[in-house]
């Protein structure tokens, strides 16, 4: 990157921790630029020196390389400080003295930063999602209730035109049962993560290949029960026709803003 004038400076902000001193994290930001921390009344902001614009790009791999270090910054503070605020890819804090700037901003939202310090301190946060192989639970389901057995065993006596109305009744009572199944299912499980959990919030269920996803959450975790809670999901994932995706710890980006 060119050199900057004074008009053109801003600091790119990783992320906020406590700490009252200077320190360098290296030449680890994006496109190797020198990372450091500005401090202020006890907190730090986890900045670099960039030009006072977007990292923008029409290169999908370049933007996807910036979010990657972006996201391996905050990792190293978070294992420098313990306790970290993430921001998201692209802060940048102009002015004609943005380092002062930083201060500023520091100070005036520190009581919120602070707050959001305390609500993460010595936790972690965690991605459960739960997956069910709808197939094979429709088959289970299929030869454990009653009523659908019985409307498969009238389908295979009676004329094809006739069989044809009691499959559609078979998929409409199968559909049925298997919509009771995930409610409670979901609240079975969602209560024993939860359990473990300073904080849950329910996310968004996304693709799973040929299988469906029955719950997809975040989770703030205190360090000491993050164990229980992989037992925990250890004793779902042994349930046949079900599996559990447990990933991270992961910087808390779900539960601070």
């Known amino acids: 990157m060119k ?13 906020v921790a406590k700490g009252s001193e200077k320190t360098s994290l290296g030449k680890i930001g994006l496109e190797n630029s020198m990372v450091y921390a500005i401090p202020s009344n006890g907190l730090l902001a986890i900045v670099h020196d960039c030009e006072q614009k977007p ?3 029409k290169d999908e791999e370049k933007v996807k390389q910036w979010i990657k270090q972006h996201e391996n910054v905050i990792e190293k503070a978070l294992q420098k400080f313990e306790t970290v605020i993430p921001l998201s890819f692209d802060v940048i804090i102009k002015g004609k003295e943005p380092g002062k700037e930083v201060v500023n901003w520091l ?21 459960v ?6 197939a094979e639970i429709g088959e289970k389901l299929s030869e454990d209730k009653e009523k659908i057995k019985n409307l498969v065993k009238e389908m295979q006596k009676v004329p094809r035109g006739k069989a044809y109305f009691i499959k559609q009744k078979i998929k409409k009572e199968l559909k049925q049962e298997m919509e009771k199944l995930a409610d409670q299912k979901f609240k079975q499980f969602y209560s024993k ?50 599996s559990v995706r447990f990933t991270g ?6 539960f601070v803003t």
């Open 3 to 15: 050199d900057l004038q004074i008009e053109e400076q801003g600091r790119y902000i990783y992320c």
């Open 55 to 57: 990292y923008d790009s």
């Open 107 to 127: 100070q005036a939202e520190k009581e919120r930063l602070e707050r959001s310090l305390e609500k993460v301190k010595g936790k972690q946060e965690f991605g």
């Open 129 to 134: 999602q739960i997956i069910w192989d709808s």
């Open 193 to 242: 993560v939860k359990e473990q959990c300073s904080e849950v919030k329910v996310d968004k269920n996304k693709k799973a290949g040929c299988e469906e996803m029955l719950m997809n959450l975040s989770c703030l975790v205190e360090k000491d029960k993050v164990s229980q809670l992989g037992k925990e999901l250890d004793e779902i994932n042994k349930l046949k026709g079900f």
């Open 249 to 254: 710890p992961w910087p808390p980006y779900s």
